[in-house]
């Protein structure tokens, strides 16, 4: 049976996502002030795909009231699972129940938490809700060559490298790859790897 966001009704059935290391709940209005911490960090915001050096309160309230009511956005807040703190944001974006796709986003905001397995248990848990109630079995991702954490996450989670945007990404006085990856049990059930 195929979830979508709407009606609310429907939200209950995904109100909290429990992985071995990481609870996501929907992201909520009193998370937005540290969001936007995070997300106008430099040292966060060269990974980021979007520029959201400059990023408002104000903007970000009106993107949150936008993924009220979008059906194709889902985003949640990742809590530490011992201690319930908030420590980063994911989402699924442009999902397309039609054509069962969907992109999927990540930040581990609280630097103190990376390199801890956090981000991993997030997408694995994120990845499951996306394929097994959702439906949706293909999930796509940008992420900058230079991100090797971000890449080493991907790959331990299923995504394998579907595309090469050579020099698409201007950042720090020097054009960078951007690498599509995509997650598609379907596509790669023959490869060994
Ligand atoms: C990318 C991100 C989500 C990963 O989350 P995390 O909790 O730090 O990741 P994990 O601890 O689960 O895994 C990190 C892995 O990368 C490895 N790693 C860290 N630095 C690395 C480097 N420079 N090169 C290669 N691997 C590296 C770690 O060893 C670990 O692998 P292992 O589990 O096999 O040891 C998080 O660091 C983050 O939010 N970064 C900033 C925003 C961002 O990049 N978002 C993604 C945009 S596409």
Not at 62 to 89: C, M, P, R
Request: some cysteine; charged content about 35%; overall charge positive.
């Amino acid at each position: 049976m195929k979830i979508s966001k709407k009606p609310a009704e429907d939200i209950s059935h995904w109100k909290k996502l429990e992985g071995k290391r990481t609870l996501l709940r929907p992201l909520e209005r009193r998370d937005l002030r540290r969001s936007l911490l995070w997300l106008t960090d430099p040292i966060i915001n060269k990974y980021l795909s979007q520029n959201f050096k400059d990023l408002t309160e104000e903007q970000e309230e009106k993107w949150f009231s936008y993924i009220q009511d979008s059906e194709a956005d889902i985003v949640f807040a990742i809590l530490e699972k011992d201690s319930s703190d908030h420590i980063g944001n994911c989402s699924l974006n442009k999902i397309d129940h039609r054509n069962g796709k969907c992109e999927l986003g990540i930040v581990i905001g609280d630097k103190d938490h990376w390199n801890k397995g956090f981000g991993s248990d997030a997408v694995d848990t994120l990845v499951s809700f996306a394929v097994k109630d959702l439906e949706i079995p293909t999930i796509r991702l940008n992420v900058y060559v230079y991100n090797k954490r971000a890449i080493k996450v991907y790959k331990k989670c299923g995504f394998k490298l579907i595309k090469v945007l050579k020099k698409d990404h201007l950042y720090n006085g020097k054009y960078w790859d951007t690498l599509i990856m995509e997650y598609d049990p379907r596509l790669f059930q023959d490869d060994p790897q």
